[in-house]
Nanobody, 118 residues
Framework: QVHLVELGGGLVQAGGSLRLSCAAS????????MGWFRQAPGKEREFVGS????????YYTDSVKGRFTISRDNAKNMVSLQMNSLKPEDTAVYYC???????????WGQGTQVTVSS
């Protein structure tokens, strides 16, 4: 069982920055692929990006490339999502998720709200 808790989020003006963190339980965190997803009101949940286990390759959806950066600290069981140049269309509930090796995101956090005002 893996427990995930997102930290951060809030209200920011367009062009601003926010950093989300996700704290994970589990003694083998370094072996997890961690993903970030978001769900805007009235829309389906979408993939934002992910970071694999070592050597920590990252992948991003096109709409956030160059603006968002995912990183991980295996010593602290943490993964972060740095969001820069935020746009109103980035407004959503953001979730972190863990793939513990089954090629699917089986564990999810509770989500944290990000609101970008224009």
């Amino acid at each position: 069982q893996v427990h995930l808790v997102e930290l951060g989020g809030g209200l920011v003006q367009a062009g601003g920055s926010l950093r989300l963190s996700c704290a994970a339980s589990g003694r083998t965190f370094s072996s997890y692929t961690m993903g970030w997803f978001r769900q805007a009101p009235g829309k389906e949940r979408e993939f934002v990006g992910s970071i694999s286990r070592s050597p920590s390759s990252t992948y991003y959806t096109d709409s956030v490339k160059g603006r968002f950066t995912i990183s991980r600290d295996n010593a602290k069981n943490m993964v972060s999502l740095q969001m820069n140049s935020l746009k109103p269309e980035d407004t959503a509930v953001y979730y972190c998720a863990a793939d513990v090796g089954k090629q699917s995101y089986d564990y999810w956090g509770q989500g944290t709200q990000v609101t970008v005002s224009s």
